[in-house]
C-alpha cells in the first residue's frame, strides 16, 4: 500500500532512481510502506457505536436495573430502593430501602394477586386476622397494603386483591427475592406443579453456591496449576510434536491394516464353517447373507485402508511440514513470549465489554413506560401499575445484539491481527536475534494502519452469525408445536450457517496474516489468501487436521491434569456436600485457559504457513533472492539443496562486506511481484 490512506487504491507512481529505489525496498520486505486500510468500515463501525452511546444514556435514564432484581409491587415501586412518584399511582414514589422482598396476597393466584414490598418473608403459618397483625407489629413487615395501619388489619378485607392477604398466609422462604411458601403439602397440585420444580432446582443451586463458597481458594489455585500446565505444554509441544504426529500415523496405519485383516479373517472362518455345514445340512438364508455381509465389509476396509495408505503416502512431505512449523512456532513463540499474553488481554477486554453490555442490556430492559393495571372494575385496582414495553424498545434490544457480536468478533479479530503482525516481523527478519517488540510494533500498526481491516473482517462474520443465532431461537420456539417439516429445515439452516462461519473464521484468520504482511485492504488480502489455501490445500489439510489434533491432546492433557490435582484436594473436605461441582468447574477454566494458550500456538502455526508459501512466492533461492525461511524449511521447497548454498554464500558476502566498509545491515532478499 501506498502512503495514502486508501481502501482499495494502488500505490503512488514514483519516479527516477528514487521511486526505483523506494519500490525494491517495499518488495524486499513486505511490512514496510503501508497506509491506511478500509476507512469505510472503520467510519461505519465509529458511527455505529455512537449509537451505542446513545442506547446506554437512554436506557440508564429510562431504565431500572433494580427491578430485576428485587422486583416491584402492584403500585409500580421497586423494592429496596427509594422510588419516584408516577403521576397515575398515588401509592407510587415511597422509599422502600429497607423492603428489599415480594410478598403475594395470595399464592395462588400469582398473575391477579396483590403484590408488596415487606422487610421479611413470613416464617411461620398465618392463619387468622389476629396473626397477622402480631407478626407485622413483631417483625415490623406490614402485610397489608401500605395505607393501612397495622391495628386496623383485623377490621380490613383479606383477599387476592387486598388490602390484606388471602387467608391463610403460608410460612415462607425468600428465593431471588419473592417470597415463596417453603412447603407444598397444603397448596392445590396446580401450584404443586407449578413451583416445586423451581423450588427443588433452587435447592440443589444454593447448595451448590455454599459449595463454591467454601472451595473457592483452592479453585483459584487450580486455576493458577493449569495455568502452569498450560505454560509446560506450550513448551514441550515444540519438542513432543514430532514424536505425538508420527505415533498418530503410525497408529491409524496399523489399527486400519489390523481391521481389515481381521474382517478378512472372520469372513475366512465363517466361510469355512459354512462350507462345512453345507455338505451336512441345507444353509438357512441369514447365514448366507452373514458370509455376503462379511464379504462386502472385508472388500470395503480393503478399498478404504489402501485410499487411506495411498494418502498417507502422498502427503507425508506435507506432514513432515506441519512437523516443523510445530517447530518453528515453538521458536516464535520463546523468542516473542509476550504472544501468550495476547488471549489474557483479549479475554479481560471481553470481559468488561460483556460486562457493560449486560448492564445496558439490564436497563434496557426495564425502560418500558408505567400504565395502569387494569384487572377489573373493582375500585382496588385503581393504583395499580404495570410496565410496558415501548415499540422502540424491540430495536434497540436489536441493535444492542448486534453490538454484542460485532464488537466482541472484532476483539478477537484484533487478537489474531497482532500475532499474525508479530509472526510476520519474525519471519520476514534475516537475521531472528534483532527481533524486537515485535508485538508491539503489531499492536501499533493494527492501531494506525489496520483497524479498519479487522473491522469488516468481524462485521462477514456477525452477517453470518446473528442470522443461525435467529434460527437457533426459532427452532426452540418449534419444539412444542409438532412441525417436523419446519423444525428440519431450521436445524439445517443452522448447521450450513455454521459451517459458513466456521469456513468464514478460518479465511480471515488468514487475511489478516496477508494483511499484517503486506498492509493491503481486507477484501485484497481476503482473495489473496484463498487463493493461496487453494494452491496449498494438501500442506493446510494437514497441517489443519493434524495440528488441530495434537492441540486438542495438549487442551485435555492440561485438563486432565487439573482434574487429578483437584481430586486429590477436594475429596477429603467433608464440608463440600458435592465436591465433584468445583472439580468439574475447574476443568472447564482449566481447558479454556489451555484453549487461549494453544489457540496461540494455532494462530502461530497458520501465520507461518501463510509466510512460508509468502517466501516461497517472492522468492526462489537465488543470489538476491534468497528464502526467508529456516533451514529446517528449507528442505521442503524445490531446489533446496541450492538455496541452501546461496544462503551461506550471502552470509559469507555479509561478513566480507562488514569487515571491508562496516556495512552492519543484512541484506535482504528482491523479489518479484507477488503472484498466486
Not at 497441517?543 to 481430586?567: D, E, H, R, Y
Not at 465436591?579 to 497458520?606: G, N, Q, R, T, W
Amino acid at each position: 500500500m501506498g502512503a495514502s490512506c486508501g481502501c482499495c487504491g494502488p500505490p503512488e507512481p514514483h519516479n527516477d532512481q528514487q521511486g526505483s529505489d523506494e519500490e525494491r525496498t517495499s518488495l524486499r520486505n513486505p511490512l514496510k510502506n503501508r497506509g491506511c486500510t478500509d476507512i469505510i468500515p472503520l467510519t461505519v463501525f465509529i458511527v455505529f457505536w455512537a449509537g451505542m452511546f446513545f442506547i446506554a444514556g437512554f436506557s440508564v435514564l429510562n431504565g431500572d436495573a433494580l427491578r430485576l432484581i428485587y422486583g416491584y409491587d402492584s403500585f409500580g415501586n421497586t423494592c429496596g430502593r427509594k422510588n419516584e412518584k408516577i403521576s397515575i399511582s398515588n401509592m407510587s414514589g415511597m422509599d422502600m430501602s429497607d423492603r428489599k422482598y415480594v410478598f403475594f396476597a395470595d399464592i395462588k393466584q400469582i398473575g391477579s394477586s396483590l403484590e408488596l414490598c415487606v422487610k421479611s418473608c413470613p416464617n411461620k403459618e398465618l392463619e387468622t386476622k389476629a396473626a397477622v397483625m402480631k407478626f407485622s407489629n413483631e417483625s415490623g413487615s406490614k402485610l397489608c397494603s401500605y395505607d393501612i395501619r397495622v391495628d386496623d388489619y383485623v377490621s380490613q378485607t383479606f383477599r387476592v386483591s387486598g388490602p390484606c392477604p388471602a387467608l391463610p398466609v403460608y410460612a415462607s422462604t425468600d428465593i431471588l427475592m419473592r417470597c415463596i411458601p417453603s412447603s407444598f403439602s397444603k397448596l392445590g397440585k396446580k401450584v404443586v406443579n407449578n413451583v416445586a420444580g423451581f423450588l427443588n432446582a433452587g435447592s440443589l443451586f444454593e447448595q451448590v453456591l455454599a459449595d463454591l463458597m467454601l472451595s473457592w481458594k483452592l479453585m483459584i489455585v487450580l486455576c493458577l496449576i493449569a495455568l502452569g500446565f498450560s505454560v509446560l505444554i506450550v513448551l514441550l509441544i515444540r519438542f513432543i510434536a514430532a514424536i505425538v504426529v508420527w505415533v498418530i500415523m503410525i497408529f491409524v496405519v496399523l489399527a486400519s491394516i489390523a481391521g481389515t485383516a481381521f474382517l478378512w479373517w472372520t469372513y475366512h472362518d465363517y466361510k469355512m464353517d459354512m462350507d462345512k455345514q453345507a455338505t451336512i445340512i441345507p444353509l438357512l438364508n441369514i447365514e448366507i447373507a452373514s458370509e455376503k455381509s462379511f464379504l462386502v465389509y472385508a472388500i470395503i476396509a480393503t478399498i478404504l485402508t489402501a485410499i487411506l495408505l495411498l494418502i498417507i503416502f502422498i502427503m507425508r512431505k506435507r506432514v513432515a511440514l506441519a512437523v516443523a512449523l510445530f517447530g518453528e512456532a515453538g521458536k516464535c513463540i520463546i523468542k516473542m513470549p509476550f504472544l501468550l499474553v495476547q488471549p489474557v488481554w483479549t479475554f479481560l477486554a471481553l470481559i468488561i465489554f460483556w460486562v457493560y453490555w449486560v448492564a445496558v442490556f439490564l436497563y434496557l430492559s426495564t425502560g418500558g413506560d408505567p400504565v395502569p393495571d387494569h384487572k377489573g372494575d373493582n375500585e382496588t385496582y385503581k393504583d395499580w401499575v404495570k410496565y410496558e414495553d415501548k415499540p422502540k424498545l424491540r430495536y434497540m434490544w436489536w441493535y444492542h445484539v448486534i453490538g454484542l457480536i460485532w464488537t466482541s468478533e472484532f476483539m478477537l479479530a484484533c487478537q489474531q491481527m497482532v500475532i499474525s503482525g508479530a509472526v510476520a516481523t519474525w519471519y520476514f527478519t534475516r537475521d531472528k536475534n534483532e527481533v524486537s517488540c515485535a508485538v508491539g510494533g503489531s499492536i501499533c500498526r493494527l492501531i494506525m494502519h489496520h483497524m479498519g481491516s479487522v473491522i469488516f473482517g468481524s462485521f462477514i462474520i456477525t452477517l453470518v452469525k446473528l442470522p443461525r443465532w435467529i434460527l437457533m431461537y426459532t427452532q426452540k420456539k418449534l419444539k412444542g408445536s409438532g412441525n417436523e417439516c419446519a423444525q428440519f429445515v431450521a436445524k439445517c439452516c443452522i448447521c450450513c450457517l455454521w459451517c459458513l462461519e466456521r469456513c468464514l473464521k478460518f479465511l480471515n484468520q488468514n487475511a489478516y496474516t496477508v494483511v499484517a504482511i503486506e498492509g493491503n485492504n481486507f477484501c485484497t488480502s481476503a482473495r489473496k489468501a484463498f487463493m493461496t489455501l487453494v494452491n496449498n490445500a494438501l500442506r493446510v489439510v494437514a497441517i489443519n487436521s493434524i495440528g488441530s489434533f495434537v492441540l486438542f491432546l495438549g487442551k485435555i492433557s492440561v485438563m486432565a491434569a487439573t482434574a487429578a490435582v483437584g481430586v486429590l484436594l477436594f475429596r477429603g473436605n467433608k464440608d463440600l456436600h458435592y465436591f465433584f461441582i468445583p472439580v468439574l468447574i475447574v476443568c472447564i477454566f482449566a481447558y479454556f485457559i489451555a484453549h487461549c494458550f494453544l489457540s496461540v500456538y494455532e494462530m502461530v502455526i497458520d501465520a507461518l504457513l501463510l509466510c512460508f508459501c509468502e517466501d516461497v512466492n517472492i522468492n526462489d533461492g537465488t543470489p538476491g533472492k534468497e528464502y526467508y525461511m529456516d533451514k529446517s524449511l528449507m528442505e521442503f521447497v524445490k531446489n533446496s539443496s541450492q538455496a541452501l548454498d546461496n544462503l551461506e554464500a550471502s552470509k559469507q558476502a555479509e561478513k566480507s562486506r562488514d569487515k571491508t566498509d562496516g556495512d552492519e545491515s543484512a541484506p535482504i532478499a528482491a523479489a518479484p511481484e507477488n503472484k498466486y
